[in-house]
């Protein structure tokens, strides 16, 4: 799962990708605006951290998400075929916006959270429809030549995908059928991604409250809401003050701001939300481990995310809720009060179970 990192020129992008894969860039990379950063995040989990406790696993392995922070966006850096290409490749979008207040960091005018956001969505769609418009001239040509359903069908959606467009309405907002949001897969439209949108605030005092206000107080709120779009705060200077502090040093720092956790925590897990990811978990002595699915996977399924074979030698899977094994202890106890069950290929696996799948060969 991968989530690109957009937003205007010098509004904290690059600052946001370091503090959130930690990654240390070389200063050349810092300062190349141009090249596409690719880094891991681990998707904290207090569940596993729990699981591990009982366990005590040799190894214990989160979730990721992966981030890349692919340069400024803009008319031009959209026309740019690697620019595009990295974009286009991406499952989600992180949209940095500009709130704070500092006079040595050049904007485009005055600090305008929604402004900027009207006006980054407007260049995506500006490229879709672009797009969209050099393949149905294509398509009108071929359905003069030969006319079969599936070119029928294809045109009629793209057409209808420009005149959504042309209502300035990226294609995210668009209502559509499972079958058709395959036909657009192809794609990889910018303004179909699920959009989250991440308000880059100045430091303050009570930066808890700030933080908590900052989605209503810029006006997001309305944006936010709307289909596949989230939006949360951060605090750029903080975070990246955070990132170089040990665990304990880090907590008091954040209660000294009335902070109960790191901005970046609630970013990384709204993306995960944004994403309709969930995970399970598998637990034993060598390894707690997260997985990451979408809502919905059958144990079958589940199961092949750790291993192909699992999949394919699927039996059964010994299912239970994390927090009822926590309450019994031990798997053992689990079995005897009856929480810990047997489940079928078919069973929708629940964000939060942790699994064993039993397998044949
Ligand atoms: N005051 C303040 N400055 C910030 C904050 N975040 C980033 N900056 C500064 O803004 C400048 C640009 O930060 P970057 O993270 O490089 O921004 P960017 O969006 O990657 O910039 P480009 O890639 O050049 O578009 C740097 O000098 C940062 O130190 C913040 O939260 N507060
Ligand atoms: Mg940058």
Redesign the pocket.
């Known amino acids: 799962m991968k989530t690109g990192i957009i937003?205007l020129?010098?509004?904290?992008?690059?600052?946001l990708f370091r503090i959130l894969t930690k990654a240390h860039l070389s200063e050349a990379a810092?300062s190349n605006?141009r090249e596409a950063h690719v880094g891991v995040a681990k998707v904290p989990d207090d569940r596993l951290d729990r699981l591990a406790a009982l366990y005590d696993p040799k190894k214990l392995t989160h979730a990721s998400v992966e981030y890349v922070d692919v340069?400024?966006i803009g008319q031009e850096a959209l026309k740019e075929t690697a620019y595009i290409g990295h974009l286009r490749n991406v499952d989600a979008l992180a949209h940095?916006v500009r709130a704070?207040e500092?006079p040595a960091?050049p904007h485009v005018g005055a600090v305008d959270p929604l402004r900027d956001i009207k006006n980054v969505e407007f260049d995506l769609m500006v490229s879709d429809l672009g797009q969209i418009e050099k393949r149905l001239e294509r398509l009108e040509k071929d359905l003069k030549k030969m006319r079969t359903p599936e070119l029928e069908k294809e045109f009629e959606l793209l057409k209808r995908a420009k005149a959504h467009l042309e209502t300035e309405r990226p294609l995210r907002e668009m209502e559509i059928t499972p079958e058709d949001k395959k036909r657009l897969r192809g794609f990889m439209f910018l303004s179909e991604k699920p959009i989250l949108y991440v308000l880059?605030i100045?430091e303050s005092a009570d930066l808890g409250n700030d933080l908590e206000n900052a989605v209503s107080k810029y006006g997001l709120t309305e944006v936010a809401s709307r289909p596949n779009s989230a939006a949360a705060a951060i605090?750029?200077?903080v975070e990246a003050e955070l990132a170089e502090m040990s665990d304990e040093d880090a907590a008091e720092f954040l209660s000294s701001y009335g902070l109960k956790e790191s901005g970046l925590l609630r970013l990384i897990r709204t993306t995960y939300h944004l994403l309709g990811l969930i995970s399970f978990f598998t637990a034993g002595e060598d390894e707690c481990r997260a997985w990451t699915i979408p809502i919905y996977t059958r144990a079958v399924e589940a199961a092949g995310t750790i291993h192909s074979d699992l999949e394919k030698h699927f039996i059964r899977a010994e299912t239970i809720r994390w927090d009822q094994l926590l309450d019994a202890g031990s798997e053992a106890t689990a079995r005897s009060k009856g929480t810990l069950r047997l489940e079928g290929k078919d069973y929708v696996v629940q964000d939060g179970d942790v699994m064993h799948i039993r397998h044949s060969g």
């Open positions: 937003g020129p010098q509004v904290g992008k690059t600052s810092f605006p340069g400024a940095v704070f500092d960091i880059n100045s605090c750029g200077k």
